[in-house]
């Protein structure tokens, strides 16, 4: 009976080791990319696509190659593994997650928020004067 509860409680201990360590691993902070050209660590950094600078995909490594501006005006060369991401072009931002190696910031995924189409032209303060005028 003793050998029943010992099994069960090496299996429960071995379930929050394996939960701790995949906790671990998909905890990736956001940094700037100053932050990310001096740590050695997988980081996401956030920023938006400087579309003056050249971007291109290269089919010969399968890799995408654009520049992003971070929230402190640090400019990032970014080398995605893989196609451009749907939606790049009309991105409002974009999350590179990766780490920075040999001069550029070897991303592994790329996220890409887009304009919500709820979203007011005009901007927040027109859509709630319109709200409220439609109930006057």
């Known amino acids: ?78 080398v995605l593994a893989g196609a451009k991401p749907n939606n790049f072009e009309i991105a409002n931002d974009v999350v590179a997650k990766g780490r920075y190696e040999n001069g550029v910031f070897q991303a592994s995924e790329v996220l890409t928020k887009c304009p919500s189409k709820y979203q007011s032209k005009t901007g927040p303060q027109a859509s709630a004067q319109e709200a409220s005028s439609s109930y006057n």
Do not use: C
């Open 1 to 78: 009976m003793k050998a029943k509860y010992i099994v069960a409680g090496v299996v429960v201990v071995a379930f929050v080791v394996f939960g701790a360590i995949s906790f671990m691993q998909n905890n990736i902070a956001y940094v700037s990319a100053k932050t990310a050209e001096q740590t050695h660590r997988t980081v996401q950094v956030k920023g938006s696509w400087v579309k003056d600078m050249k971007t291109y995909y290269d089919p010969n490594t399968n890799t995408f190659h654009f520049y992003m501006m971070d929230d402190e005006k640090t400019i990032l060369p970014v």
